[in-house]
């Protein structure tokens, strides 16, 4: 069973800093890429913010670059989402996602997903 199990949200001050986890079982690990996308309530999905392709070369959107680093740990295996200078509006649901498509994570339709883990920040 393939499964993507996210961890590490919660409440932190504006300035701030988190760390995210994302948990893969089920499916060959070093063939994937792997994204990290967020959801406000009542708006659509934004992202990906950072992807990890299977050659580890990574790509940062403009909204989080220099704030967020993306990073894998095939031992594990993990991805990392590295989250600093935190901002109010940074606040959202984060979501980790895998295919083997960089094509089909950046047009939102990843083969997996996983449950979404809530990142508040305060002023």
């Known amino acids: 069973e393939v499964q993507l199990v996210e961890s590490g949200g919660g409440l932190v001050q504006a300035g701030g800093s988190l760390r995210l986890s994302c948990a893969a079982s089920?499916?060959?690990?070093?063939?994937?890429?792997f994204g990290w996308f967020r959801q406000v309530p009542g708006k659509e999905r934004e992202g990906p913010l950072c992807v990890s392709r299977s050659d580890h070369s990574t790509y940062h959107g403009d909204s989080v670059m220099g704030r967020f680093a993306i990073s894998r740990d095939s031992r594990k295996p993990i991805v990392y989402l590295q989250m600093d200078s935190l901002k109010p509006e940074d606040t959202a649901v984060y979501y980790c996602a895998a295919d083997l498509s960089t094509e089909n994570l950046f047009q939102i339709i990843p083969s997996y997903w996983g449950q979404g883990t809530q990142v508040t920040v305060s002023s």
């Open positions: 089920g499916f060959s690990f070093d063939d994937y890429v």
